[in-house]
């Protein structure tokens, strides 16, 4: 059995990382009680069908939050709550979040790894 961490790199394709948001850095003001290690989900109702990418990102066996910016609720699956409105969207624009979906991989309150654009299934590709 793989630790959920290397599980949820393998799904997203840890090669293919290619996000403007800047590695290292502390996550902005939000709304949760951070953990030692999460995931953060951050999406719009233009990004197509999620299916693929939140079954990956909720089998990783980490905390998942998810943050649906723009002002267009769109769901997440059951069991999460998505922060929504002005503040969500102010948290991608701090991160500098460039394409969406985008998926952070968070230790401490920091970004350690992070992936923008289409969930294909077998990574995180740049967004068309």
Request: hydrophobic share 40%; net charge neutral; charged share 20%.
């Amino acid at each position: 059995m793989r630790a959920p961490l290397l599980s949820l790199l393998l799904a997203l394709g840890a090669g293919q990382a290619d996000a403007r948001v800047r590695l290292g850095e502390p996550l902005p003001p939000h709304p949760w009680q951070s953990a030692g290690r999460e995931v953060v989900v951050i999406y719009t109702h233009d990004c197509g069908d999620l299916g693929e990418l939140w079954g990956a990102v909720m089998e990783s066996g980490l905390p998942v939050r998810a943050v649906n910016v723009q002002g267009v609720s769109t769901p997440a699956p059951a069991g999460l709550t998505p922060w929504r409105g002005a503040d969500a969207e102010q948290f991608a624009r701090q991160l500098k979040v460039g394409t969406y979906p985008a998926v952070l991989l968070v230790r401490e309150g920091r970004i350690l790894n992070a992936w923008e654009g289409t969930f294909q299934g077998t990574g995180l590709t740049r967004g068309e």
